[in-house]
Each structure stands twice: as structure tokens, then as C-alpha cells.
């Protein structure tokens, strides 16, 4: 068996294997583009591109892709092979610099929200060396950007890294003021994926599992997680051969998997790599995804990514554990002296602001049909963005924002001049799962984004917000020094606190008070994406990335139509598994289930004179109501699709869908799950809770 040390990156080509490849000066200067942003001359490419193709055949790959991240919020890839005729009947094996940092796939059917049509075909890939090259199924990809023939953005990627250009130059200007030289800032990510391992032989046999990822009928299962027992315990043998080989594949890509577990639910497991630069953090997660899908069906398993698949128990998110990395200090560790206190206090109160000012984008940045279904209940927090900040420092931040002197849990006085910090253990608080933004240490958890989603667009704007928050700040302290400097800091962090203390909640999420406190806060509380999405295109939020070149106002008008769309095609493709299934899978074997009962009443009324059919005929009685619910609930579907369908504004498609829509595919589901509990076992057309989540 091969040493994790030798199978960790061997399929990457990183920087240790730059450094073996590349001549010393092509070396340095690729080093300068990835860590500098500098540019990459033609003659260096084709330096690089040949060993990397030469690395790669090495490797096994006979093709190379650039892999990049529609906007349809999955990854893509065109495979082209390094096979170059030559005329006389042979070939040879060819990758130039061109095609290395330029491609050009076919753009107008990927989701653009009207930046393209579909006779505007042209679109290009960009290579993005600050996320490494790496060989999958035989294929060399090459992570890239990807924008339309006139220069727009139609993925994932481009803000993501033009928000990070923005959140280093800000970090260094506020680094400027404490003395410190220019450095390599970098936002940092580490993505806890929770996922449901299920029998691939139930899920084929449940056509709203294959069809929209999730149960769209259900009865609660005898057993669910009541009993605590699942949550980190043994891991089942079949489950934990995948994990091995999961992790095997994903150490040869250089993801730093970590940590794997058995979550809540039944079925439902985690895996959490150590966190890396943002944008690699994220195209590994992307790649972790695939590879869960993938090799899950090696052990007769499938994979389940969406944020529900389950009713009444837990779902799945993807929490994002979020930190700024300048050099190797991590901007949001306390330190051990009193600028270091100072600093941290600067970074920790220009997250607390950009939270509460865009509060409403952060919600939007994880909305999607699924993760409505998953937000406020079974360890999700809620759909009201606040943070949580911990008794500690908690206590810190109001004894700032009132100006009286803080006392730690040692009882030490802590005069409130510079060293406004006490040193303090790392995750001295507890912890509260229904945070939807929590201080965890030295970084902050966001656990609103469902485990399916691509993160790209929650630290896009996390980074953005956050990056003019410290441009504020050092705006506001520009030509002051020395002790002039930190008296004006300290007295900004108490003003901007205060003015921003209403984001700050370290009570439980899920109580009934909680949304009433919030209102009188203030607070945002879009309860669907159909209320998330319209925040997006709101002037705020336009100027937010025109200032710091994030997205355009077109960009981001064609991102709000293609989530508003997408939302609008999965709640009708739902809609439409829902009446096919109770039409052609659940009515007739409810209806045979029924015949036979009553012909059983026949059967035992003719053989003994005055037999007590009563409990027969009462079952009969409820298969016969539970039959004529589901037409009524059908009809009542077939009338809210019309509706939908006749409505041309996306929009108003979406707010009916969440409003209207979706509860009367609530009725329909209740109508058939009361069913399922009365047909006999042989009768029922598919495989139920009990079938899916508890097995071998």
C-alpha cells in the first residue's frame, strides 16, 4: 500500500512539480504571475505548456480540458487531445502555450441571463494558474476562467478572483497603517461537505430521487435520528471502504481531506478538507463533489447532494469556514500583544460591518430551491443572517460599544486603551449551531449554504463586503500614525460597532422569539429565494461591485435572470415528477390495494353469515378518502402550473411558485404519504424511509 505522502498530490501539477519541470527562470516567472497577478509573456506559456504536457502523458492522459464553472453552477469541460498528425501517417503528441492559456468553447448554451444569444456562439476559457492543473480520468484540466466574446463574465470564477484582488488591496492598505510591508493576502476556505450515502437499487426504483435529488413523497420513517445514536458512530463497513477510496482519489489531487464522520441523519455522512486559498479551496470542493458521485456507484451506492433529500430529518449544508491570511498570520487570530489585539479588532469589526450591510446579498448568495426546503429547522440555522460571536467576545464588543471596562473570566480588568484584547484560547466559547455566521476561533463559520452549491458566490461577496468595510476604515485613518492613529482606531471600532450591533445575536436561532427580535432589529428575513433574489439587483448592491470591478450592473442583472430561471425550472420540473408519480405510480396501487380490500369485505360477507367487516370497511373508507384527496390535490396542481405557465415575468413565476405553488405540492405530498401507511407493504409502488436509510 502506497504512503499518503506519496499519493498526496501526484496528480497535480503543484509547485513542487513546477519547480522539478520548469528551467529555473520560467520558474520564477510563472511563480510571479501567480502570486503577483504579473503577466504571463507567450514564450513563458509555451515553456510551461510543454512540461506540462509531458508531465501529463507521463501521468496516463492522452487529452487536455479547460475546466471551468458556468453559471449553471456545475463545472464543465471539452476534452481536446495532444494528438498531432503529422502528415506521413504518424503523429505526435503536441500542447502549445496558446492552448494553454486560451480556449475557446461553444458559450450559447450555457445559462448567460440574456448576455448571449444563442446565435452568439463564441465564447472564451482563461487559464487561472493560481488554481494548479490537474489530471482526472486521463484528462489534463486546467482550471479557468470563462467569459463571453465581448468581454463578460459567464462563470463563477471571475468575481470570485476579482474579489479577492480587492479584499488584498484593502488588507495591505489597512497593513500599511500598522507598519507592515506589502504581503500576499489571500482569503481562505475550508468547505465541511455533508452528503447521503443511499442502496443504488432503492434510489432507481425512486423516480423523484432521480429526477430532482430529493423525495418528493415520504412517510417519516419508524426510526430517525431521535435517538442521537448515528452522529460520529461507526462508520459502516460498505461506507467506509468508499470513504477510503475517496479519500485515495482526492489526495492524488492534492485536496487536503481531513476529516470524515457520520453526521445526524441516518445515511448522511461529512467530509472537511484543511482550508486553502479561496479560489482552490473551491474548485477542489467542486472536484470533491464529482468524486463523491462517481465512485459512490463502485459500492452499489449513490450519492445525494441536495440540501433536502429527506423529509424531517436533518439536510445537508456546506458550512464555509472563512478567514484572511496575510503572509502566514491569519488576520483574524487575537494575537498575543497589544497591536495584534488592535489589528484583530480592526479585521473583526470590518466583518461585523460588511455582515450587517449586506446582510440581504449573503442570503441571496445561498438560495435555491433546496436550500428553502433545509433553512430553520434540524441544526440549519435560519434564513436571518447574524453572528455569533460567543460569550467572550461577545462581552468584548459590548464593553466597547459602552465604554466600560472589560473583565475576563479570570477576573483580570482590562483597561480599554490599545491592548483592548486579553490573550484568549482559541474556541473558549461554545459553540451554536443555529448561527448562521459564527466566530469559531480564528475564522468565521457561514452554515447557510446548502451542500450542493457552488461557493464561489457567497465569497464573492463575503470578500467584497468585507473588502469595503476596510477601505472605509482606512479611508477614514489615512495620513494618521503612531498613537494619532490609535486613538482614531479605537474610536472607530466603537462607533462602527454600535452602529452595527443589531447583526450581533449569540441566542438560540430556532426560538420563537428570535423572528420577532429580528424585525425589531431590523434584520432581513427572506424566507424563499423568491424574497432573496430581488436584493441582487437593488442599487446597493450594484454599486457594492461597480466600485471594486466585481461585476458589472449587466453582470450582475444576467446572474439575478439566470437564478431567478433556474429556481423557476426546478419548482416546475418538481411539480411535474409530483403529478406524473401520483398519476401513474401511487393512484393505481392505491386503487388495486382498495379493490382488493373490498373484495375481501365481499369474500368474507358471502363465507359467514353476519361477519364483522368493520375494521375492513374502515380502511376501505379511508383508501377511498385518501383517493379522492390526491385528485382533488392533483387538480389544484394542475391549476397552479397553468398559472405559473401563463405569467411571463420570472419574478412574479418565482414569488407564486414559493407562495402558492409549493404549498399545494405540500398538500399533495400528505395526501399520498397518509396513504403509505395504510397500503399493505406489497402494494406500495416504491422503496420507503425505513428502505432507504437503514441498511447494511
Known sequence: MAQVSDIYGSMVFNEHTMQ????????????????????LDIEVANVVAHAMKEWAIEKGATHFTHWFQPLSGVTSEKHDGFLDPTGDGRAIMSFSGKELIQGEPDASSFPSGGLRATFEARGYTAWDPTSYAFIKDEVLCIPTAFCSYTGEALDKKTPLLRSMNAIEEQTNRVLALFGEPRQRVVATVGSEQEFFLIPEKEYERREDLVLTGRTLFGYAPCKGQELEEHYFGAIRPTVNEFMKELDDELWALGVPARTKHNEVAPAQHELAPIFANANRAIDENLLTMEKMQLLASHYNLVCLLHEKPFEGINGSGKHNNWSISAGKKNLLDPGESPMDNLRFLVFLTSVIQAVDEYQELLRMSVASAGNDHRLGANEAPPAIISIFLGDELGAIVDALITGTDYTNAERVALDLGVAVLPNFLKDNTD?????????????????????????????????????????????AMDGSSGEEFEAKAIAYIKKTLSDHQRIVFNGNGYSEEWPVEAQRRGLANHK??????????????????????????TEVHSRYEVKLEKYNKLINIEAR???????????????RYASEVAASVVAFKEAVVGAETGA??????????????????????????????????????????????????????????????????NHWPVPSYNNMLFYV
Request: hydrophobic fraction near 45%; charge should be negative; proline fraction near 4%.
Open 528 to 553: 424563499t429565494t423568491a424574497d432573496a433574489l430581488p436584493c441582487f439587483i437593488e442599487q446597493k448592491s450594484i454599486d457594492l461591485f461597480a466600485e471594486f470591478d466585481i461585476l458589472s450592473e
Open 431 to 475: 459553540r451554536n449551531r443555529t448561527s448562521p455566521f459564527a466566530f469559531t476561533g480564528n475564522k468565521f463559520e457561514f452554515r447557510m449554504p446548502g451542500s450542493h452549491v457552488n461557493l464561489s458566490d457567497a465569497n464573492m461577496i463575503l470578500n467584497t463586503a468585507v473588502a469595503k468595510s476596510l477601505k472605509e476604515f482606512a479611508d
Open 616 to 681: 375492513q370497511e374502515e380502511l376501505l373508507a379511508d383508501l377511498l378518502g385518501g383517493i379522492k384527496e390526491i385528485n382533488v390535490q392533483l387538480k389544484a396542481l394542475d391549476d397552479a402550473c397553468a398559472t405559473v405557465e401563463a405569467l411571463e415575468d420570472e419574478l412574479a413565476k418565482a414569488k407564486y411558485n414559493a407562495h402558492e405553488l409549493l404549498p399545494i405540492m405540500e398538500g399533495l405530498r400528505a395526501a399520498v404519504d397518509a396513504m403509505e401507511i395504510i397500503t399493505d407493504r
Open 577 to 591: 415528477v409530483m403529478k406524473r408519480m401520483a398519476r401513474r405510480t401511487y393512484l393505481p396501487a392505491i386503487n
Open 20 to 39: 522539478e519541470r520548469l528551467p529555473s527562470a520560467t520558474y520564477k516567472s510563472l511563480l510571479k504571475t501567480i502570486t503577483e497577478g504579473k503577466p
